[in-house]
């Protein structure tokens, strides 16, 4: 039931680092929705401070005090943003929080002057190339 | 009119190095909700292109294809969250990206173990003197 850390992980056009294509810009923005959340930002709050780094549905009622339909919807959403990975154990489904995906979005909002050399290299070769398509 | 670089930019507290309190959670919602719109991060990749790092409303309509009310709204959406600051030059308010609040929203979303070790000292207590309140 693990989800395959593919293209959402490895995201995201980087969004300071020349113009942005519409294309883009609806990706990035989409994964900033699943953090606009109080809610969500408590959820995985939780998840990271637990010793194992992980939690399941079960744990996150209680100490956060919202339902369970409520948890499982916005567990979804993390989920599908592709911050959070999930695993089947009997009768419980397991969620932890995917580093890279974090990383992604810190990285896509560097600035320029930010950005270790080499990236910033392999950046503007990108940005050249998708500017001639 | 230039905005003064206070709590807004030195927010946010840190989403993965232990338990948020609502009101930050709150806080830092509001922040991601403002760059979760495909528009704005464009807006603010345009502002970021230019070789000055300032643009004013008159640039922007043009080359994103969206209304002066519209970017108008944008742009005081993303002024309101601390990302950019104005500044009023003859008829026209110049903007610009405030990277110290970019920079404060990217450390929210580091994970403990990617902090420096310094403030990960100095985080841990907070989120103790916090958990006593």
Chains 1, 2 share one sequence.
């Not at 293209?7 to 994964?31: D, F, H, K, N």
């Not at 810190?106 to 950046?123: I, Y």
């Amino acid at each position: 039931m693990k989800k395959p850390l593919t293209a959402l992980s490895t995201c995201c056009p980087p969004v300071l680092q020349g113009r942005l294509t519409q294309a883009a810009a609806e990706e990035i923005a989409g994964a900033f929705k699943a953090l606009a959340d109080p809610a969500r930002l408590r959820l995985l709050s939780f998840i990271a401070a637990q010793p194992s780094g992980e939690a399941c549905v079960c744990h996150l009622m209680k100490p956060l005090d919202i339902s369970q339909p409520t948890v499982s919807h916005h567990l979804k959403v993390l989920y599908d943003a592709g911050l959070l990975e999930r695993e089947r154990r009997g009768t419980w489904v397991y969620y932890r929080i995917v580093p890279q995906r974090l990383s992604a979005l810190r990285e896509a909002l560097l600035l320029p002057d930010e950005l270790p050399r080499e990236k910033s290299a392999a950046r503007m070769v990108t940005a050249r190339a998708g500017s001639r398509r």
